[in-house]
Nanobody, 124 residues
Framework: QVQLVESGGGLVQAGGSLRLSCAASGRSFGRYAMGWFRQAPGKEREFVAAISWSGGPISYADSVKGRFTISRDNAKNTVYLQMNNLKPEDTAVYYC?????????????????WGQGTQVTVSS
């Protein structure tokens, strides 16, 4: 069992930056691929970024490529999402997810554990 707790959300102006963190408890964090998803009001939860167990293969949604960076520190059981040049359309609840596999995935149903989410609001 893995528990995930996100932090770092908040209100920021367009063009600003935020860094989200996701702290994982439980064993074998280093054997899980990790992902970030987001859900805006009235929309489905969508893929944002994912990182393999080693921090090697990484995948991004086209909408965030070049602006967001996912990383992980297995010694700290933490995965990060650095978000730069934020846009109002990035406003959403951001969720961290863990997958009982070593490789990245973009589908929601590929993930086994989810955090409670953290709100990101970007004002224009």
């Amino acid at each position: 069992q893995v528990q995930l707790v996100e932090s770092g959300g908040g209100l920021v102006q367009a063009g600003g930056s935020l860094r989200l963190s996701c702290a994982a408890s439980g064993r074998s964090f280093g054997r899980y691929a990790m992902g970030w998803f987001r859900q805006a009001p009235g929309k489905e939860r969508e893929f944002v970024a994912a990182i393999s167990w080693s921090g090697g293969p990484i995948s991004y949604a086209d909408s965030v490529k070049g602006r967001f960076t996912i990383s992980r520190d297995n010694a700290k059981n933490t995965v990060y999402l650095q978000m730069n040049n934020l846009k109002p359309e990035d406003t959403a609840v951001y969720y961290c997810a863990a997958r009982k596999d070593l490789i990245v995935a973009r589908a929601r149903n590929a993930y086994d554990y989810w955090g409670q989410g953290t709100q990101v609001t970007v004002s224009s």
